[in-house]
């Protein structure tokens, strides 16, 4: 999965540094895709202490 | 919700609870495995929110997200390999030694390379030349692993010392896994078996011309020998002599993919892999050749490995390589008392 990148609305969150002809495309912030939950882990074995 | 007994899961249980907590499964997923176990869903239900409630689970719930963190960065690391050339293995013919090292040795990248024992007396060995000139000669291997599934884990208990030529007839009498002279036996150090090593020459320029015995491995055995997934914590290159292995590797980077046992082996039988008991192995990346004789396999460190002998083989393996200290190792971890 891609990062989805999200414009500012306007130009209201660049800062100054950011030259006027790419103000548009200023992105606020990278969100990262998640990882697939965590399945669980096998049973543990008879007799043990700990899981598997 | 009534409080469950404290006996209402047992100790492997409740273990198994805490660890499946602390990684962040989903509540619904846990209570439901405990369910397809046997347990009752009000005490399932109750001990997961027990568990999710424990101040200790919650230290164990940050410890978790950092390693997270490292399986993201590995997965991350995983894909730039798969987008250059991770999904094969190589098969190389006269690779010098700088590409070797630039390409292979430190970029972590298994490989197999042809021609390196050429020249070698080794290539001239037959099982009848080596009874004729080593068979009085007592040496250890490994007995009894068919009765035992654990063998790769009680190495001593199947030590036994028999003379060379009647291994050797053993070899030569069918397939069988139920004995096999692995690299724990320091043969290769006993002085009756000075003129095998002597008939192997290190590969020039790749590993040192005075790499000791102590720095070599001899692996010995009949057709259907299986070495199960495993990593060494070391670079070796595994030079095959005689017959033939199929070989599966799994990068180092995929280690939680494996579902690791006692820290170099793995709970997975990568000939026949259960995934409805391993489900994340079916993402790993398994790369499968069958070395023949005269090839040599780099294993990279904390690369895992399954090995199967097809023939009767006859395997010389070096971990010592050209590099400053000779080897990269990996380190064990701080101590925690897990098992």
């Known amino acids: 999965m891609k990062p989805t990148l999200r414009p500012v609305a306007g130009t209201g969150g660049a800062p100054d540094s950011i030259p006027a002809h790419v103000r548009s495309n200023y992105v606020e912030c990278i969100t990262l895709p998640a990882r697939a939950p965590r399945r669980p882990t096998p049973p543990p074995a008879p007799g043990s202490e700990a899981g598997a | 919700m009534t409080a469950p007994s404290p006996t209402a899961l047992d100790g492997s249980?409740?273990?198994?609870?805490?660890e499946n907590v602390a990684l962040g499964v989903p509540d619904g997923e846990i209570v439901s495995a405990l369910r397809d176990a046997g347990h009752d869903a009000v005490t399932a239900a109750a001990e997961v929110e027990r568990a999710s409630a424990h101040p200790y689970l919650a230290a164990a719930r940050r410890i978790a997200a950092e390693y997270g963190r490292a399986e993201a960065l590995l997965d991350a690391y995983g894909q730039l390999r798969a987008a250059d050339g991770g999904g094969v293995l190589e098969r190389r013919r006269g690779v010098a030694p700088a590409e070797f090292f630039a390409r292979y040795y430190h970029g972590h990248r298994p490989v197999v390379l042809q021609g390196l024992l050429d020249g070698s007396p080794a290539r001239e060995?037959?099982?009848?030349?080596?009874?004729?000139?080593?068979?009085?000669?007592?040496v250890e291997v490994m007995t009894g692993r068919e009765a035992d599934p654990d063998h790769a884990w009680r190495y001593d208990a199947h030590r036994t010392p028999m003379p060379f030529g009647s291994y050797l007839d053993l070899v030569e009498a069918g397939p069988s896994n139920d004995n096999y002279m692995v690299p724990r036996n320091e043969n290769w150090r006993r002085d009756g078996l000075a003129g095998m090593r002597d008939d192997i020459v290190p590969p020039a320029g790749i590993v040192p011309d005075d790499v000791l015995p102590e720095e070599m491995t001899l692996l010995l055995g009949p057709a259907g020998t299986v070495t199960p997934l495993h990593h060494d914590n070391m670079n070796i290159l595994l030079c095959q002599v005689l017959g033939r292995k199929r070989v599966r590797l799994v990068p180092s980077f995929q280690r939680h993919l494996v579902y690791p046992r006692g820290g170099t082996f793995s709970h997975v039988d990568a000939d026949a892999p259960d995934l409805s008991r391993f489900p994340d192995y079916a993402s790993a990346t398994v790369l499968e050749t069958v070395l023949e004789p005269g090839e040599a396999l780099f294993i990279p460190f904390g690369w895992w490995h399954?090995?199967?002998?097809?023939?009767?083989?006859?395997?010389v393996s070096f971990h010592r390589f050209a590099v400053p200290g000779g080897n990269t190792y990996l380190s064990e971890p701080h101590s925690t008392g897990a098992a």
């Open chain 2, 13 to 18: 249980w409740r273990g198994w609870v805490a």
């Open chain 2, 125 to 138: 060995w037959t099982f009848g030349g080596l009874r004729h000139r080593f068979g009085d000669v007592t």
């Open chain 2, 306 to 315: 399954w090995v199967r002998a097809l023939d009767p083989a006859v395997t």
